[in-house]
């Protein structure tokens, strides 16, 4: 990393360390408490629910701190996993160095690092989330010779008393700039603070949802991020999440990453954008066109979507977002620029990389390479996903495109250039298959297609039973037709689920 990067890093560890994250070891997390005088370490880790568990320690000597760092601590799995034996249920949980941040929210100067969770054999745990994703990521790149990456869009709504000194237009807040957004200011301190911790965002934005419900105030936002690699990804959604929902209770309002608030208004979703590279290359692109690698990529996906949307939409609301024309997707199919494909081709700068030169005719700089930056986007996924089981799928998928020789063709078949849910293409829009419409015909979908995840011990099968089970006791099979026009239900469902993972 060289000193303009480090000079520029939000993350106060980096800067004083001089050097990224990834090359943190023990000796550099105890100069920096040492000579910063930390006084409390958190350890923080994801179990089943998808939320940030934490172990708080304070710092008492330097040999104490050693041993902290050096073999982790124990905790109890039964009560964090449901598929652990009571019996035999120890656990360590073991710090990452590259995660370490200073808690933006505690009182005392406190380090706070991400934990991995290990058995009581040393071996990684095999259902648990981050090690099911690391070795996802592990069998790509050995099989395939590419590095994953990918980015996520986190939105979520701000909920709070009705405002009405600048009221925005009802579904028209996209990129609404204040005083016509009302939590501009907790969006972009948000930002500040997930970068301190780590977070590589690439902008933040309001969203197309705002409206008024009696004397509540609902306003959507967006945060997105840089692509890095997979495993870093999910930390950093998490992260965020977990950023927010502090805010949220500084400021009094309530956040939520549900995928639907309310019917007939636009839902929240966790659209991920990814690419794929070798030797620090982009091979998404060859000649300035969509390779036929990214190709391979997006049949893939298209190919196992059904099941993916065990890992990504995870909860009965979930498929109230997914119906037509409300710019989310319900047919398997992708395309250029189509906010109603699954996977979307976003545009990209191919052929377009001299614009600056026009806009600014006096500046003569030259000019970084700008088809690296393109990506292909999943936009099923939702706020209730497993992030780490969510992008594990995505990995999955990826990798049997890439290995599967009839996957130019399916990619060729499933392409669409038009507006599918115009009557005039009717013919098109039925010959393509639909995403599930429950998390019971979700679950059906991962019994059906399971074998493609297990394979070669990604996802353990007890993790695969557990999601199943889980998805089934939903009991959501016929929901949209027993709850359709039943407002009080509704509202009832929505906040069931109003703080999903």
Known sequence: MDDNKIALNPNRLVRYLHKPSDSFTKEDIIKFIVENEVEMLNFRYVAEDGKLKTLNFIITDLNHLNQILSTGERVDGSSLFSFMDPGSSDLYVIPRYKTAFINPFAETLTLDLLCSFYTSEGKPLESAPENILRKAHKKFKEDTGYTFKALGELEYYVMADKEDLYPAQDQKGYHTSAPFTNWEHLRTEAIKIIAECGGKIKYGHSEVGNFTKGDDFFEQHEIEFLPTNVEDTADQLLIAKWVLRMLSNEYGVKISFAPKITVGKAGSGLHIHMLLEKDGNNVLVKDEKLSDTAKKLIAGLLFLASPITAFGNTIPTSYLRLVPHQEAPTNICWGDRNRSVLVRVPLGWLGASDMIHDANPQD???????????????????????????????????????????SLKLAEELYVDINIFDKQHEDKLSSLNSLPASCYESALSLEKYRDYFEKDGIFPSKFINNTIKKLKDFNDEHMSEEIYGNSDAIRQLVEDYLHCM
């Open 364 to 406: 003569k700089s030259a000019l970084p390479e700008a088809s690296q930056k393109q990506t292909v986007e999943f936009r099923a996924g939702d706020g209730s996903a497993d992030i780490y089981g969510f992008l594990s799928s995505l990995i999955v998928a990826a990798k049997f495109g890439l290995e599967n020789k009839d």
